[in-house]
């Protein structure tokens, strides 16, 4: 049986880091097999605001917030959160939005993440692979903690380059087509994270890419 695989955290040129296109993301998306991505731009909900669909992909709302001690996803967010909140704030910003919080790439010390801050959060989803980590011990560090405090789990690229789309990604266990269906799977933890992330030499050169 193929796997149902969604990446979780994609960017794109509405994010100040990032000139990936809708439309180039999305042909990518669907090369990769995708089943379906979120965008989740920096405190922005423009590519959603702006339409941008596609027929045979389910593309997910959200936002990757900067919160006063780190980055947290709002999945299933479609109106804008005020940045530089606290971490307990932005949460309940986003479940006043039927959403998601998620901490992406949470000990990755390099990216804002949250650190240990994630060890007083219960209601929270832990992101276990982030695709433009520069070193996969972040992301296992990330999968003990879920495991160890029973939380639930994403994967994302975190793509700023529309090639690195899908390197990393959520596995469902079942098929589905609308983003409650998603969120419940991920809150009765009936999803998995996989895939793979950028080298060092491959962050540093992405980085360079970037700001070109």
């Known amino acids: 049986m193929k796997e149902i695989r969604f990446d ?3 960017h794109s040129y509405y994010s100040n880091d990032c000139k990936s296109k809708p439309e180039d993301i999305i042909k990518e998306a669907k090369n990769r097999g995708l089943a379906g991505l979120a965008i989740t731009d920096h405190n922005s909900i423009k590519f ?11 593309i997910i709302p959200g936002v990757e917030i900067s919160t006063k001690s780190g980055h947290i996803i709002g999945l299933g967010i479609k109106e804008t959160i005020q940045k530089y909140l606290t971490i307990e704030e932005t949460i309940e910003k986003i ?17 804002k993440g949250i650190g240990k801050k994630i060890y007083g959060l219960k209601e929270i989803v832990v992101e276990t692979m982030n695709g433009a980590s520069p070193f996969n ?21 975190d793509s700023h380059r529309v090639k690195d ?26 999803t ?10 491959e962050k540093i050169i992405r980085a360079f890419q970037i700001h070109l």
């Open 8 to 10: 979780l955290h994609v």
């Open 48 to 58: 959603h605001q702006n339409g941008h669909n596609d027929d045979q992909l389910i």
């Open 95 to 111: 479940n006043d939005q039927n959403g998601l919080p998620i901490a992406s790439h949470p000990f990755d010390f390099t990216r």
């Open 137 to 157: 011990s972040f992301n296992v560090k990330a999968q003990k903690w879920a495991e160890k405090a029973k939380l639930p789990v994403t994967g994302g690229s």
């Open 165 to 190: 789309i899908g390197m990393a990604y959520t596995i469902l266990e079942q098929e589905i087509t609308t983003l409650d269906e998603l969120i419940e799977l991920i809150r009765k933890r009936k």
């Open 192 to 201: 998995k994270s996989a895939g793979t992330h950028l080298s060092l030499y």
